[in-house]
């Protein structure tokens, strides 16, 4: 949610400026409502979940991350969280958007996920990135949705040595079955799954300045989608020929 002096303010491109306030104090956190439904939904559409991450420390609401093997059909592994739907959302009123949320990492079938690997950040920072953004609506009274930017910090700082990510896009995912999207609870929530896709600077920039549609065509006409390359190129840089 904007601050009241942010609100309305958009840029160049369009996209609407939200601005956080302060992170709120330590909270007791809630109880894993439906660790069990997701874990189902999780292994009903991307396959057996091979180990959860489960938080030992949590503030507010309990993150655990599932962790789902490459396959022969798909080879990428995928991390899902769980958690982030125990509390709604402050949206905008009157907004047609997802209250309650979860969000999805792709990785390479090379990636490192095994506790020893975990003490080196190169390795860690798509599941710190994605166990941050989880916490971060219900930390700062605020929301994520489609197309939303959030920056490592202010100015921007890279995730891990050996990339120079900085920042990331809530998207739907596009490697994902149809029917993983949407996990239906009961009568009143409905949990959306988006995907985390880390950003250059440049690229956050690209969008606020031409807007969401023009960094997503831009993405898609190399061929990059929601799995995550530390290295991948940057298609806010002139050299690409975009401009």
């Known amino acids: 949610m904007s601050s009241k002096s942010d609100e309305g303010a958009v840029s160049r491109g369009g996209s609407l400026l939200l601005r956080h306030g302060e992170e709120d104090s330590w909270k007791v956190p809630l109880g894993e409502e439906c660790i069990e439904e997701i874990s189902n939904h999780i292994e009903a559409h ?26 022969e059909h798909f080879p990428f592994a995928r991390l899902v969280t769980s958690g982030m739907s125990d509390l709604p959302m402050p949206v905008p009123e009157g907004a047609d958007v997802p209250r309650y949320t979860e969000l999805l990492v792709t990785l390479p079938k090379s990636w490192r996920l095994d506790q020893a690997s975990f003490k080196d950040e190169s390795w860690y920072w798509p599941v710190r990135l994605i166990k941050t953004l989880a916490r971060f609506p219900h930390k700062h009274a605020t929301w994520l949705g489609w197309g939303h930017t959030i920056p490592n ?90 401009f």
């Open 46 to 71: 991307l396959g057996p979940v091979e180990t959860v991450f489960h938080e030992i420390a949590s503030d507010t609401v309990h993150v655990d991350v599932h962790f789902v093997k490459p396959t």
């Open 153 to 242: 910090g202010d100015p921007p700082a890279p995730y891990a040595p050996g990339t120079s990510l900085c920042g990331a896009i809530i998207l739907p995912s596009i490697t994902v079955p149809d029917g993983f999207h949407e996990l239906q609870i009961d009568k009143d929530k409905k949990i959306t799954f988006y995907s985390v896709l880390p950003l250059y600077e440049e690229e956050m920039q690209l969008k606020l300045n031409a807007g969401s549609g023009r960094l997503l065509d831009r993405l898609d006409r190399v061929g990059i989608n929601d799995i995550i390359d530390p290295k991948r190129r940057n298609v806010a840089k002139r050299r690409f020929g975009f």
